[in-house]
């Protein structure tokens, strides 16, 4: 049987009857002889591919695949699955046997040694046809340069030469055309030439007559064209002679080789064949003028039915017999097998949109179906196992709390806190000092002083409170009297009467500042406050709170620093009224007209008494100034623009169930704005623009097409000129120095510019491209420049088929076949899965409790060590040792934390000089300390005026009491111990604004301040303050330059004496000028200054005062000496 499958193999390519005569009798003798029956049906299926009886075809080669495991004739048989696909334009199913193809090639070769004689040679054949028809498949669809990878892999001095009809086939294959590429297309016509003819001796020595017919054909298809035939016959004499034995015309030797080759492949019996031998010779026949003959020639090319079978073939004699219509003036006609043309380029093309796919996925749905069950199984068996080792471990942590194991640490940590709040502040203030933002902080520095001196006026009505509480008390307390009880009336009265005058300076003077401390508005980003604030998140998880910051695009309208503190207030608030275990959620919502920002706890909650209360000017549950200066910054932007009517602050409570504190802003408008821009851009950008040159390439592009439709075709052709014109020149844009420009008519043999456009992925309209070629091939098939239409309709289809080409078929069907693959692992790891319950009771669970007691134990041990009183350093070392065992995770992460929190005590100090040292860079730190001044500044001025608003009627009161004809001495009392309380708070908030801002002192020429100075003297002091000092007293000079005598006053001191204005050498004005009055406001300022530099160095020697010396007045103003 073995022997009739090797005849049958033998008569492959020279008779088609005795193929199948000798492959029947195998078939019928192989009984259970699988791989015998296989090799048979293999050959029948040769057979009835070349008949082109594809549907039988179909049939054999599936039953060779179900009867044999012989991996070589399962190759085969899916080469000739290939070869089929092929003809039938069936890409994907192409795709998928050329997988497996490919699949079982390196399956064989792994074992290919162990090969017999006979399955060798079998072997050679399948491979050399699996590299051949891969060619073949890819010259078709247009891809040549794997065509050419494709059979390059074919060594023609290797183990093909054992086989000599594959050999020949590999030399067809070659000469047929486009698979050499290299020289000329006179050198390459030469090359391919030679190929054929050898192709063609040893066919006709071997008896080979599919090869010699194909061989004939390729070579008058080689001698068809003039410019290439002459220069062929003269460098082939002796090959011309063989196969032009008669000697005719050498115009008519294409003809006579095409009707030879057409009647050897009618003998033969191949129908694909015959139908090419038809197109070819229509060709041949066209060439000598006889249009006649070439349309008989293609319409029995279509006359068997079978050929539709192959769309690609068709397609060719489409195009065939619209350039012979065109020839004879028909073209209706031409158009029309033009159109089916085209519409078959469209069938056969690789489009991976019209590619029939629903097999795959329904091959993948029901393996994925399969995965799917397997893996639900495999869950729920997870599932349990993991819920049952959950119960027990749950057990287990019942017996022993975690939260015994962290209290030592946490103990720990909180006395560590103090410590670290320390160093931060520590740190806080080394980058405020190092924080210049000149012309801001300037005018902030100013401004804060005289904050401060506002505040000592303030606290310097406190005496006056302390001397009436004083009387109060000696009026309840003595019988005394009563003219002395008269004269203590008196007194409190007096003493009431001062303050007010106290009172009314302080007015005067906040009324003076109202409105210079302007809102530095501008619209901004939330998010970038919401980060900073998030960065706070380990002061809230060190009181066991979640921090949540919801991130936010939202775009305000404000004061960017004052709303952070607005922000941090309201969290700060929420942290301290939530206890451990809570969350505080800071948010943002945007409507059309603002956006509001919400912090949102979980704490306490506040009654309804406290939440209508929360934002009066009251004390009550610490201080309440935060939300106090927040009412006050909300009520600051009301009062600037109407733009800030939305703005308002609020709360929500209930008492138990947590509290949401709100503020609103106006949207900020830079996202319209910038939307505006943008359109206004794309405006100007439109109209600036020149037109491009592919919208030129598309207008001629479309001209091109409605002249072809109008029948004006040398028209189309300039069109056509002028669309390539303006392509090229886009790709020179891209490209200045590029060298492949596209032309009318070029090298049909070599590779088009187009193509290497597209290789090399040159970024135009490629879409223009085909139909400006289409249109000058219609254009040239109809004005009958059969040349320019060859070069024109190649390079329409190659270019075509490029962009239609489907490069990820492979790795679909690389996909289907894995979905196998897959189906197995997932069937594997069940049965893992299964085997492992019993194994993971005892590794997941026993086995890990005898070692969590153990484990216990020693972090025990550790929180003693924990709470030794030893160095944080010797508690680290000690840990270290027992921290090597390898700790459950629960426990490792107590370790951890524990390891963590000492090596961070160990080094804190270095690690916050690192901090300092990697601060974001100068101009950060700057607007850092300039945003501290700006809310420092207007916290203290809120704080200043909710004094003055709350305080302001107590004086009158006292006084309305001492008036009246019965005193209440005991009212009386208890009115100025609460006027005193609530004063003393109010101010302790504005000095704890005002302390938070120190002078910067550092040495100062005394000749920087005051030019002309040549005493060599240096001042320790503030820059700032001391320019500012010597500002006001030239101000009061009415701005003459200062008459100024410096000398030293000791080691310690410079005294500077200056000259007054006449009106102070009045006797008895002069020391006047430094108690409060609304006139002497520029005087407090400069006694502020010398008190600031006196309290900041130390020295408290320095001083002001004024003195009249010979009818003149005399300011001396002592200040700290730098040694």
Same mark, same amino acid.
């Given at each position: ?79 000739? &699955? ?79 030469? &054992?086989?000599? #009809? ?46 010699? #017919? ?38 008519? $030797? ?71 219509? !065109? ?126 001196? &506002? ?216 996202? !319209? $704005? ?26 001629? #592009? ?101 962009? !239609? ?69 010797? &508690? ?248």
């Amino acid at each position: 049987m073995d022997k009739l499958n090797s005849i049958s193999y033998a008569y492959h390519y020279r008779n088609l009857d005795s193929t199948y005569s000798y492959a029947r009798r195998a078939y019928d003798m192989s009984g259970g002889y699988g791989a015998g029956k296989a090799a048979a049906l293999n050959n029948m299926a040769f057979v009835s591919i070349a008949r082109m009886d594809y549907e039988l075809a179909e049939k054999q080669l599936e039953e060779a695949l179900d009867v044999t495991d012989n991996h070589i004739e399962l190759l085969v048989a899916e080469v000739q &699955k290939m070869r089929l696909c092929q003809r039938m334009s069936q890409n994907r199913r192409f795709y998928d046997y050329r997988e497996r193809a490919n699949s079982r090639i390196s399956r064989i070769n792994e074992e290919r040694f162990e090969l017999s004689d006979a399955m060798l040679r079998r072997m050679i054949y399948a491979e050399t046809e699996f590299a051949i028809v891969n060619s073949t498949y890819y010259f078709y669809v247009g891809l040549e340069r794997q065509s050419i990878d494709a059979i390059s892999v074919i060594s023609p001095d290797g183990d093909i030469r &054992k086989d000599t #009809a594959q050999y020949l086939n590999y030399l067809y294959n070659i000469g047929v055309g486009g698979i050499i590429t290299g020289g000329s297309q006179a050198e390459i016509s030469q090359r391919e030439f030679d190929y054929l003819i050898k192709c063609l001796i040893m066919a006709g020595q071997g008896n080979y007559p599919f090869f010699v #017919a194909n061989s004939l054909e390729a070579l008058s298809e080689h001698l068809l064209k003039r410019q290439y035939r002459n220069r062929l016959i003269e460098d082939n004499a002796p090959a011309m002679k063989y196969i032009n034995p008669t000697n005719v015309s050498d115009s008519i $030797v294409p003809e006579l080789l095409a009707k030879r080759s057409l009647s050897i492949f009618l003998d033969y019996g191949d129908v694909y064949q015959t139908a090419g031998a038809y197109r070819t010779l229509a060709s041949c026949v066209m060439a000598v003028g006889d249009n006649a003959a070439a349309l008989q020639y293609l319409d029995s090319a279509l006359a068997d039915r079978k050929i539709y079978q192959a769309p690609d073939l068709v397609a060719s004699i489409r195009e065939q017999l619209s350039v012979t219509f !065109s020839a004879v003036n028909d073209k209706q006609a031409s158009d029309y097998n033009r159109n089916i043309y085209i519409d078959l380029q469209e069938q056969t093309r690789q489009d991976r949109y019209l590619e029939a796919r629903a097999d795959m996925y329904d091959k993948a749905a029901k393996q994925l179906n399969i995965m799917i069950i397997a893996v639900i199984v495999a869950i729920l068996v997870l599932v349990f196992m993991l819920l049952f080792f959950y119960y027990l471990n749950r057990k287990r942590r019942d017996e022993f709390s975690m939260d015994m194991l962290l209290r030592p640490l946490r103990l720990w940590q909180r006395k560590e806190e103090a410590e670290m709040n320390r160093l931060t502040d520590y740190e806080e203030e080394i980058k405020e000092r190092h924080a210049l933002l000149l012309s801001h902080i300037e005018a902030g520095e100013r401004l804060a002083l005289e904050n401060r001196a &506002k505040v000592f006026l303030a606290n310097s009505v406190m005496p006056f409170i302390d001397r009436i509480i004083n009387e109060a008390r000696m009026l309840e307390g003595r019988d005394e009297p009563d003219d002395v009880r008269a004269g203590r009336y008196t007194y409190i009265s007096e003493l009431t009467d001062r303050i007010n005058d106290y009172n009314d300076v302080l007015t005067h003077w906040i009324r003076m500042r109202s409105g210079r401390l302007g809102l530095r508005i501008e619209s901004f980003a939330l998010q970038p406050l919401f980060d900073i604030v998030g960065k706070g998140v380990s002061g809230f998880r060190m009181s066991g709170i979640d921090l949540k910051v919801k991130d936010t695009s939202a775009v305000v309208k404000a004061d960017r620093a004052l709303t952070l503190f607005m922000v941090n207030t309201l969290s700060d608030n929420a942290r301290k009224f939530t206890p451990a275990g809570g969350t505080v959620t800071v948010s943002a919502k945007e409507t059309d007209d603002y956006v509001e920002i919400s912090v949102e706890d979980t704490g306490e909650g506040l009654t309804a008494d406290e939440l209508n209360s929360v934002f009066e000017r009251k004390v009550y549950n610490g201080t309440g100034f935060g939300l106090l200066n927040c009412r006050g910054i909300i009520d600051k932007y009301r009062k600037t623009s109407r733009i800030f009517d939305v703005c308002i602050i609020s709360a929500e409570s209930d008492k138990g169930t947590g509290s949401r504190f709100f503020f609103r802003l106006p949207v900020g408008i830079r996202r !319209s $704005v910038t939307v505006l821009l943008l359109l206004f851009i794309s405006l100007l950008s439109s109209v600036a623009e020149p037109v491009s040159n592919i919208f030129m390439a598309k207008a001629y #592009a479309d001209s091109a097409y409605f002249s072809n439709i109008d029948g004006t075709y040398e028209l189309t052709l300039r069109y056509a000129d002028s669309c390539r014109a303006y392509l090229n020149r886009h790709y020179l844009s891209l490209y200045p120095d590029g060298r492949h420009l596209m032309v009318r008519e070029g090298n049909i043999s070599v590779m088009s510019p187009e193509i290497i456009w597209y290789h090399d992925k040159v970024a135009t309209n490629y879409s223009i491209v085909l139909d400006m070629r289409n249109e000058s091939a219609v254009a040239a098939l109809a004005l009958h420049r059969w040349t320019l239409y060859d070069y024109n309709n190649k390079v329409y289809t190659q270019l075509f088929k490029e962009i !239609s080409a489907d490069n990820t078929l492979a790795d679909y069907c690389r996909m289907m076949q894995s979905s196998q693959t897959n189906k197995n692992i997932a069937v594997i790891l069940l049965v893992l899965v299964l085997v492992s319950i019993l194994p993971a009771y005892y590794f997941l669970y026993y086995r890990h409790r005898i070692y969590y007691r153990f484990c216990l134990e020693r972090i025990n041990t550790i929180n003693e060590i924990l709470l030794d009183d030893i160095t944080p350093a010797e &508690k680290l070392g000690r840990i270290d040792l027992l921290a090597k065992e390898r700790y459950p995770d629960d426990l490792r992460k107590i370790v951890c934390d524990i390891k963590k929190s000492l090596a961070m005590a160990v080094d804190s100090r270095s690690r916050l000089s690192a901090d300092i040292e990697l601060a974001d860079d100068e101009c950060r730190r700057a607007e850092l300390e300039c945003n501290n001044l700006h809310v420092a500044n207007s916290v203290t001025d809120n704080s200043l005026s909710a004094l003055k608003h709350e305080t302001m009627y107590y004086p009158g009161r006292i006084r309305r009491i001492v008036d009246e004809p019965e005193v209440d001495v005991h009212a009386l009392g208890e009115l100025a111990s609460y006027y005193r309380e609530l004063y003393s708070v109010m101010s302790r908030q504005a000095m704890r604004q005002t302390e938070s801002v120190k002078p910067h002192v550092r040495p100062l020429p005394v000749s920087d301040i005051l030019p002309g100075d040549d005493s060599g003297l240096v001042f320790l002091a503030d820059r700032n303050l001391i320019v500012f000092l010597f500002d006001i007293l030239r101000r009061q000079n009415g701005r003459q330059p200062l008459d100024a005598v410096v000398r030293a006053a000791g080691v310690k001191y410079i005294e500077v004496t200056l000259g007054m204005p006449g009106e102070y050498a009045v006797p008895g004005t002069a020391p006047d000028i430094f108690t409060p009055a609304a006139d002497n406001i520029p005087y407090l300022l400069c006694r502020q200054i010398v008190r600031d530099h006196s309290e900041a160095t130390n020295r408290h020697g320095c001083g002001i005062k004024v003195s009249v010396k010979d009818g003149k007045a005399v300011m001396a103003i002592t200040l700290p000496r730098y040694k």
